[in-house]
Every structure is written in C-alpha cells, then in structure tokens.
C-alpha cells in the first residue's frame, strides 16, 4: 500500500534490483583493473597465473559472451560494455589461439632455416635444437593421427607447407 511505501521510502528503501548493480558494480571493477593492465604493460594479453587470474577469466567471459551475442544469445554483454572495451583496443578474438598459430608459424620458419642450412629434415636431438626436435616429433604424431580420422591441431594448410 501507500504507507507501506512511504514507511519504506523513510529509512531509504533501494528500489533497484540490488544483485543487478552489484554485477554492474563487478563488471566496472575488472574493466577498471583492465585499463590499468594495458596503461602498464600495453596490452591485452594477461597471463594466466594466480596474480592475475581474476582478470583473464573475466577477460575470457567478455569473449565469451560477445561470440553468444554474435549468434544471437542474449547475455550481460551491453552494446555500452562492448564500446568501452573496444575504446581500450580489446581483442575479441581467441588470443590462445592465435598464440598457438605464432608459435606454430616460428617453428616452421626454424624449420626451414634448419633446412637450408643442413640439407635434410633429420634434427639431433640435443640442447641447441632441442625444441624444434620436439615440435618436428609432434607434428609426425598429429599427421599420423590424422591419417586415422582423429582431430588435431595438424590442418591442411600447415600439411601443404
């Protein structure tokens, strides 16, 4: 009723959804502490470890919850969050992924360095070239995987090189 309102309104009653602002609340918090992140170290790229943990899963939710808005979920992603985060230069993209592919684009050109210089593909496995040894091993390994219909990270395009 009326009084009921008015006796709630006196001792400073909040209307509001109380759980909706403390996730806005959050949500400011982590975009605070991502636009010191990249102000400090000039990028987006948080590492996965426990001093920033926090920050990389929120900053894997953002993502997350941009790719469900693209295929038309709706989630607590605003047009608002997505401006301000793009403002900041964030990446919507999979960075682990593309790290992935860097990683792998360097140890082919390694590779071909290897090749050229020694002539063949047959790497000594000791502390020089130990790494290259490991990734020309793993990439033996998904081919073969791949010749039983099994999934890997091994595509076509990289076979082709």
Known sequence: TEDRIELLNKIGFD??????????????????ELVCYVEKCGNIRIPRNPQNATLADWTHKQ???YKQLQKGEKN????????LL??????WDN?????SQHQWNERYQELVC??????????PRNPQNATLADWTHKQRQDYKQLQKGEKNKLTEDRIEL
Request: charged share 40%; with cysteine; proline share 0%.
């Open 95 to 99: 960075v682990q992924l593309k790290r």
């Open 86 to 91: 793009n403002k900041i230069g964030f990446d």
């Open 15 to 32: 209307w509001d959804n109380v759980q909706l602002k403390r996730s806005q609340h959050q949500w400011n918090e982590r975009y605070q």
């Open 63 to 65: 993502r997350q919850d």
């Open 76 to 83: 607590k992603l605003t047009e608002d969050r997505i401006e």
């Open 114 to 123: 290897y090749v050229e210089k020694c002539g063949n593909i047959r790497i």
